[in-house]
């Protein structure tokens, strides 16, 4: 579905689509998806990104951080 394009020609058609969307998420017959991989720290990034182009992960991806690596770095 291209939302864009439904947005400038078919306003009406957005919204009966996520009243629908809605609809089966209450009726418990959708659920979002929730990657539960983690990514933590410099030593993570190769794998974070060798999931992404095997698509082992949906979307985007996240590493973490920890502040105190992030100090080291810089």
Known sequence: MHWGLLAKHEPE???S???GIFR???QG???GTVFE???KGL???GRAL???ETRKTWGKVVVDMP???ERARL
Do not use: I, S
């Open 17 to 19: 689509t996520w009243e």
């Open 13 to 15: 058609t957005v919204t």
């Open 24 to 26: 089966l998420v209450e």
């Open 29 to 31: 017959k959708f659920r």
């Open 37 to 39: 991989g983690k990514y």
């Open 43 to 45: 030593a993570d990034v």
């Open 50 to 52: 060798e999931d992404l």
């Open 67 to 69: 502040e105190e690596e």
